[in-house]
């Protein structure tokens, strides 16, 4: 069968788009003809998918909450526009969280909650021999009432059946610059923490599994060879979720040669346990250059209802020790949380400016405004029954972002005054640690608009 992926998840730098990667190259395996479309790097992505999409059997799009999916309504739309009937299966992050009011304003005659290449393949037979699609694995439907259906969920139970990643589906030389050539890398799926704010609980049940070390290995040789990057990042959910499997490839990577630099996150909890395996220093001989710390809050009882499983001297300890290793790390911090106190935004501000210490080059903080995810336990408490999240529809998420104030969240404004007064007396102390990048970004981001797609997105 012929399908056809998109996605346009853009950020401050193009990357590759793993989640496609993935799908197509197991789709491929399976016998199926594949395009992969990203408007990250193709500038004619509408009329390039629309030429797709009329010789389509199954249009698949992807998306993060936030301005990415006005680009799939976009393609949507003109789909209808031009009468190009296409089942469309919609996956990602936002598909998870919103799969039900996807379905119901009629977007997708799929929507696939979690990972999704047990799901592609059970759709695509289900189109080609009929077979049941109440039978498919995460995925959710409209029935013959329209009522929303959700099959059941699966484990993550199938790594030993992915290809490795073809990254020849798009120009690899595009995602370069200049002054970046990374390689985007998944080494292992799912998470096992719970924390309220975040996507990664729906989206993977807390569960996680991981390649083996020797395929982890084999797989970045592969990519230098081919890509000659600077850097590998790895964009697992959690890169660290095995302490013990970090440990080890610190090691084999020591005994490979240390082929490339490496990218990746952690959490502060798992960089106390992997230090009881191997001094934090093997990994710097390892390759490991830049880790990033979810720090998020400075206050022990808020990270407790975050479900975040870490306290505010873990943070400092896990992040002292990459320090003193000589790995950049990159701390990240929310601020303006749901029924957050002024203590609790003080200890975060404190422990943001302990952390002022670092020593390594290229270390450094970023911080953000709580943006709520539907689906997630804190959105759920945040808007209550007046304001539930999972009615918002699809046009109004695409009018938001993960760090400015907007029409579906728009925090408290005099808080974020005062966040980003405070920050800007930190940033005068080691604007190296707390760059002015990143204190513009926040006045920007603290003022409440709406025309956030029309600047960033299209």
């Excluded at 853009?10 to 016998?31: E, F, H, I, Q």
């Excluded at 807390?206 to 797989?219: M, T």
């Excluded at 490496?262 to 230090?275: F, P, Y």
């Excluded at 609790?344 to 400016?353: I, P, V």
Aim: aromatic residues 8%; proline residues 5%; glycine residues 6%.
């Amino acid at each position: 069968m012929r399908i056809l992926l998109f996605s346009n998840i853009r950020g401050p730098d193009a990357y590759l788009p793993l989640n496609l990667l993935s799908l197509a190259s197991y789709a491929r395996a399976l016998g199926h003809d594949v395009t992969v479309v990203d408007g990250q790097t193709e500038p004619d992505w509408l009329p390039r998918c629309m030429a797709a999409a009329n010789d389509a059997d199954l249009v698949g799009v992807s998306s993060y909450t936030g301005p990415s999916i006005n680009a799939i309504l976009t393609l949507l739309r003109e789909m209808r526009a031009q009468g190009i009937s296409r089942p469309v299966a919609w996956g990602g992050y936002h598909g998870t969280l919103a799969h039900r009011k996807i379905l119901q304003e009629g977007w997708a005659s799929f929507v696939v909650r979690g990972y999704g290449e047990h799901a592609l393949r059970g759709i695509l037979r289900h189109l080609e021999f009929g077979e049941p699609i109440a039978d498919v694995v995460n995925v959710s439907h409209l029935d013959a009432a329209g009522q929303v259906v959700e099959n059941p969920r699966t484990k993550i139970d199938f790594l030993d059946e992915l290809p490795p990643l073809d990254y020849d589906f798009v120009d690899v030389d595009a995602y370069f610059t200049a002054d970046r050539r990374i390689v985007q890398y998944i080494s292992s799926y799912g998470c096992p923490y719970a924390c309220t704010f975040c996507a990664e609980p729906a989206h993977s049940g807390r569960r996680w599994r991981g390649f083996p070390v020797a395929r982890v290995v084999a797989d970045l040789q592969r990519i230098m060879q081919r890509y000659q990057p600077e850097r590998v990042s790895f964009v697992d959910p959690n890169m660290s979720s095995q302490p013990a499997r970090v440990a080890e490839l610190a090691v084999e990577l020591v005994a490979a040669g240390s082929p490339v630099g490496i990218n990746c996150n952690m959490r502060s909890r798992d960089v106390l346990e992997i230090a009881k395996l191997v001094p934090i220093s093997v990994l710097r001989q390892a390759g490991f250059r830049r880790v990033f710390i979810g720090v998020e809050s400075g206050d022990d009882g808020q990270l407790k209802t975050l479900k975040k499983s870490a306290t505010a001297s873990g943070h400092e300890q896990a992040i002292t020790l990459l320090d003193e290793a000589g790995i950049e790390v990159q701390m990240s911090f929310i601020h303006d949380l749901p029924g957050e106190t002024r203590e609790q935004a003080e200890a975060t501000l404190d422990l943001a400016k302990s952390l002022l210490k670092v020593r390594t080059p290229h270390s450094n903080q970023s911080h953000h405004f709580y943006m709520p995810y539907p689906g997630t336990e804190l959105a759920a408490a945040a808007g209550g029954e007046e304001h539930p999240f999972d009615e918002v529809s699809q046009d109004a998420w695409a009018r938001t972002s993960t760090f400015k104030a907007n029409a579906v969240w728009r925090g408290n404004a005099e808080r974020r005054s005062w966040v980003i007064a405070e920050l800007d007396k930190l940033h005068a102390r080691n604007p190296a640690v707390l760059p002015e990048k990143e204190i513009a970004r926040l006045h920007e981001e603290g003022r409440i608009e709406d025309d956030y797609v029309e600047r960033f997105m299209l």
